[in-house]
C-alpha cells in the first residue's frame, strides 16, 4: 500500500491543496489506486503529483463540503478529454449520487451523456463493510456538522491499513475504527484542545497513542496555523510521538 498526499489544505488556503490522498493498492504489476476527497483545488493537484489519471478506480468522498468534493466534476471532465473508457466507482454517504450529478450539470452541463466511461456510484454507512478496488473498507460516523455530516474511513489490504477522518473531531467510534492503524490521518485545524466541529492537534496526538497507530500525518491544518506554528507542530509530534508523526506536503508519499 503506498500513500500519497496530493493536498493538505483547508478550504480557504493559498498556498496548500484541499486535502486529498491517493492510495495506491496492490502489486507493482495489478495495482488500484483510489483517491479520498477531491475539493475544488484538489482536482488540479492531483494531476501535479499524483500521474495516474485515467487509471484511476474510485474516489471517496467523506462529506458534502466543497473543499471535499467540488473537484470531482473536473476530474470526470478530464478524465473524458484524455478519452477515459475505463470504468469509475464514486463512493460517498447517502445521497452520493445525486450530489455528484447536480455539481457536475452545474459546472458541465449537458456534459453527463458525453462521458465515453461508466461512472457507478456506491452509498456508504457507518458500520457497513464494502469490498472495493482490492480493499476492505470500513466507516464510522465523526464530529463534524450536522447539515454535512462527514464519514470517516479506514482501508484495508494485505495486512495494511490506513484511516482517514474527513473533518470532524475524535469519537469513541472513530477510536474504535482506528485502532492498531498503519497510518492515521487526521484533520488537525488548529492547536487548541477543543474546536467545535474539527480536530485539534492535541486530540489527535491522543487518538494516535489511544488507537497504537503506528504513525500519524495532521492535514487540514488552518492556513494562518500551518504559516505561523509549523515547527511548533512538529515539535509536539516529535515529543508525543518520537518519530511517528508528521505534517506532510503537497506529493509527499510514504510506503505502508
Not at 466534476?73 to 450529478?101: A, D, H, N, S, Y
Amino acid at each position: 500500500m503506498r500513500v500519497q498526499f496530493i493536498g493538505v489544505g483547508e478550504a480557504f488556503d493559498e498556498h496548500y491543496p484541499n486535502t486529498s490522498i491517493l492510495v495506491s493498492l496492490g502489486g507493482p504489476e495489478n495495482q488500484l489506486h483510489v483517491l479520498l476527497d477531491c475539493g475544488f483545488t484538489a482536482a488540479a493537484a492531483y494531476y501535479a503529483h499524483a500521474h495516474v489519471g485515467a487509471a484511476l478506480d474510485a474516489v471517496w468522498i467523506s462529506h458534502f463540503h466543497g473543499d471535499h468534493f467540488l473537484g470531482v466534476p473536473l476530474l470526470l471532465l478530464r478524465f473524458w478529454e484524455e478519452g477515459r473508457t475505463k470504468p469509475l466507482t464514486i463512493m460517498g454517504q447517502k445521497g452520493v449520487e445525486e450530489k455528484l450529478w447536480s455539481s457536475f450539470d452545474l459546472a458541465f452541463p449537458q456534459f453527463k451523456t458525453r462521458l465515453q466511461y461508466p461512472v457507478h456510484c456506491l452509498e456508504a454507512a457507518p458500520g457497513k463493510t464494502i469490498e472495493l478496488a482490492g480493499a476492505q473498507w470500513s466507516f464510522t460516523a465523526n464530529d463534524h456538522s450536522v447539515l454535512a455530516p462527514c464519514l470517516a474511513v479506514r482501508l484495508a489490504c494485505n495486512g495494511k491499513s490506513v484511516f482517514y477522518s474527513g473533518d470532524g473531531r475524535p469519537t469513541p467510534s472513530t477510536a474504535d475504527l482506528a485502532q492498531g492503524v498503519d497510518l492515521l490521518i487526521h484533520e488537525a485545524y488548529g492547536l487548541e484542545p477543543d474546536t467545535p466541529g474539527h480536530g485539534g492537534v492535541p486530540g489527535c496526538l491522543e487518538l494516535a497513542e489511544k488507537t497504537r497507530a503506528k504513525s500519524l500525518a495532521l492535514v487540514h491544518v488552518n492556513r494562518r496555523v500551518r504559516q505561523e506554528k509549523a515547527g511548533v507542530i512538529r515539535d509536539m509530534l516529535a515529543t508525543a510521538l518520537k518519530g511517528r508523526g508528521f505534517l506532510p506536503e503537497p506529493g509527499d508519499a510514504v510506503a505502508l
